[in-house]
Structure formats: C-alpha cells, structure tokens
C-alpha cells in the first residue's frame, strides 16, 4: 500500500493568492482529517470527514479555508485567499473506522508527508 | 475533554530505556491512551494504545496505573533513530464520531546521543 498521499510537498505562494491542497487516503478507510502544524500551535485538527461526508469542521481557522471530498480517494483543502500566517504543515490523514465501529477505541491514523505551505 | 502535559523535552543515550509519562488527570472513563512518534518532516506515526494495565508491542510498552491519570511509554533500548516527538493523546472511545475528540498536545522532544 501506497499509504497517504499527498500533493504538493512544497507550496511557496504570495499573499492574497488560492492554494489548493490534494491529499489521497489510504483505499478503504471511511475516515479522512486534515491537520495544520505549526511552532506555536502545534498539530491541530481542521476538519475530518466521514464516507466522503464533513462531520465536524470547528477547526477550521476562518471561512478562507474550505474542504471537499468529491469521492472516496480523493479530498482537497483550499485556501482563498492565503495569508502569510497560513504559513505551515499541512497534513492529511486516513483511519479505517472510528468510535463504535473500532470496537469503541480510537482508530489508528495514518498520516501523510505533509504539505510545507509558505506564504509570502 | 481530557488534557495531557507531558514533559516539553528530555535527553537519553543510546541504548538505555527512555520513559516518558503523561499525565491526564480529568480522563474520563470512555478514553484511550494513544501514544504517536514523529520523525523531523514526517507525520505522527501510531506506536501504541491501551486503556488500562499494561501494554506491549515490538516498539514500546505503555504502563497505565489503576486510575489512569497518567501514563508511561517505555522505549527499550533507545537508539539514535528514536530522536523524535512523542505525542500523547488521550481520546474518547465511545460514539460514532468521536474522532474530533482527538487532540495533539506539544508532545515531548526526544533526542538520543551517541
């Protein structure tokens, strides 16, 4: 297995542009989550998805960032537009199952290279 | 939701036994003791999980006393290449989505000298 995958591994921007991120889960799991990391606020969680579906997006900084996730392999993180305090890791993730389904334990997450996002 | 504090950084050399506990004084009785690594440029990689007792992989063991406010991972026999950052997460287990419940604290940087 490939296991995640995403795109860019770099991203060098200027302020007020789009920047779209691309991640590829591993095939089969039903959970996707997208992470930014930074110095000053760690690793935090943005949005996670279900079967293709938002379920909770509370971590999503502002209304410049937005998710989709067209289909099962296959879900993108836009930023419109990008400020240089967007300036970070971006990571994307994929679990098989959650909660009840885990047998009531949190599943493994399986996550990315990550995408080093500059804006400058 | 349940805190963790751990320890920002700690030193070891190689081939000794490293510990690093967590404390996490308000769990609840539904969570999960979840411990990640992650390698400069690289994302969290899981090492272990448990709930109570004691658990054991080919990487680590996590000791887990009778009430559960904290946790120790155990890394045996440490080696350069476990210079990393040891996430601890304590998540809850029940509920259908439960996973936005899973938070990353700082962690603790781990470095390993010859």
């Known amino acids: 297995d490939a296991g995640v995958i995403q795109s860019p591994r770099h991203e060098v921007t200027e302020m007020g542009q789009e920047v779209t991120l691309r991640c590829k889960p591993i095939?089969?799991?039903?959970?996707l989550f997208w992470y930014r990391q930074t110095m000053m606020r760690g690793l935090e969680l943005l949005i996670y998805f279900n079967n293709n579906v938002p379920i909770d997006d509370s971590g999503m900084p502002e209304d410049r960032f937005s998710a989709k996730m067209p289909n099962a392999s296959f879900s993108t993180l836009k930023i419109q537009p990008s400020e240089p305090r967007d300036s970070a890791v971006y990571f994307c993730a994929s679990s098989l199952r959650q909660g009840l389904l885990a047998g009531g334990r949190p599943d493994t997450q399986y996550f990315g290279p990550g995408t080093r996002l500059t804006v400058l | 939701l349940a805190k963790t504090t751990q320890p920002i950084s700690m030193d070891s050399y190689e081939g000794q036994e490293v510990n690093i506990t967590c404390s996490h004084n308000?769990?609840?009785?539904?969570?999960?003791i979840t411990w990640y690594q992650q390698f400069p440029s690289q994302g969290p990689r899981f090492i272990i999980q448990?709930?109570?007792t004691k658990v054991t992989n080919e990487v680590a063991s996590l000791f887990i006393p009778a009430d559960r406010k904290s946790s120790t991972l155990s890394l045996p026999r440490v080696s350069l290449s476990d210079t990393a950052v040891y996430y601890c997460l304590v998540a809850q287990g029940k509920g259908y989505s439960s996973a936005s419940k899973i938070i990353f604290g700082s962690g603790t940087r781990l470095s390993i000298r010859p």
């Open positions: 308000n769990i609840a009785t539904n969570d999960y």
């Open positions: 095939s089969g799991h039903d959970y």
């Open positions: 448990g709930y109570k």
